[in-house]
């Protein structure tokens, strides 16, 4: 059964950094791309970063792109989303996803940003 749990969120002000991280278990992580997901208040899920299988390819939507980092850890079978220069409007909850519809995802972890 594949499980994704993300850990790390919480309320920070603008400007602020944040690090979440996505345990992931029952599949073979280290060879599936992956992705961050978010659901803005009253939105639809938005998918925002993918990482390839070997963590050399990263893709960004523009609205976080210079911002916000996706990395993994395949030995730990992990995946982060470092969170830099955080706006109000990053504010949701944020998803690790096997797919970038976020159709896969876990129970997500709430990000505040909010002064």
């Known amino acids: 059964e594949v499980q994704l749990v993300e850990s790390g969120g919480g309320l920070v002000q603008p400007g602020g950094s944040l690090r979440l991280s996505c345990a992931a278990s029952?599949?073979?992580?280290?060879?599936?791309?992956m992705n961050w997901v978010r659901q803005a208040p009253g939105q639809e899920i938005k998918w925002i970063s993918r990482?390839?299988?070997?963590?050399?390819?990263?893709y960004y939507a523009n609205s976080v792109r210079g911002r916000f980092t996706i990395s993994r850890d395949n030995a730990k079978s992990t995946l982060y989303l470092q969170m830099d220069s955080l706006k109000t409007e990053d504010t949701g909850v944020y998803y690790c996803?096997?797919?970038?519809?976020?159709?896969?995802r876990g129970q997500g972890t709430q990000v505040t940003v909010s002064s």
């Open positions: 990482i390839n299988s070997d963590g050399d390819r990263r």
């Open positions: 996803a096997t797919d970038p519809t976020g159709r896969n």
């Open positions: 029952g599949f073979t992580f280290k060879l599936v791309d």
